[in-house]
């Protein structure tokens, strides 16, 4: 099992700036994809931002050049910059840990990022 722990969520004007964090404990070895996804009301959830432990990173259209990836150590924490928000990024954001195949597929409880027009 691991554990996922999100911080840094909250209430932010357009064009302001939030950093999330994730800390992960638990059987983490197997991880291999760490991410970062949102929930706005009534829509699906969407991924935001991935990286692997290869380095390789993926990003959402509508938040590429805004928003950076990054970890912290292999597999302890990883974080989400975002920069120059606006109200459409507002969303409950999860913290996601997968290994490479998604047998093993984790979600933290979940952030709220409201950005205020």
């Known amino acids: 099992q691991v554990q996922l722990v999100e911080s840094g969520g909250g209430l932010v004007q357009a064009g302001g700036s939030l950093r999330l964090s994730c800390a992960a404990s638990?059987?983490?070895?197997?991880?291999?994809?760490m991410g970062w996804y949102r929930q706005a009301p009534g829509k699906p959830r969407e991924l935001v931002a991935s990286?692997?432990?290869?380095?390789?990173?993926d990003y959402a259209g509508s938040v590429k050049g805004r928003f950076t990836i990054s970890r912290d150590g292999a597999r302890n924490t990883v974080s989400l910059q975002m920069n120059n928000l606006n109200p459409e990024d507002t969303a409950v954001y999860y913290c996601n840990y997968r290994s490479r195949w998604s047998t093993y597929n984790y979600w933290g409880q979940g952030t709220q990022v409201t950005v205020s027009s």
């Open positions: 990286t692997t432990l290869d380095g390789m990173t």
């Open positions: 638990g059987s983490i070895s197997k991880i291999y994809v």
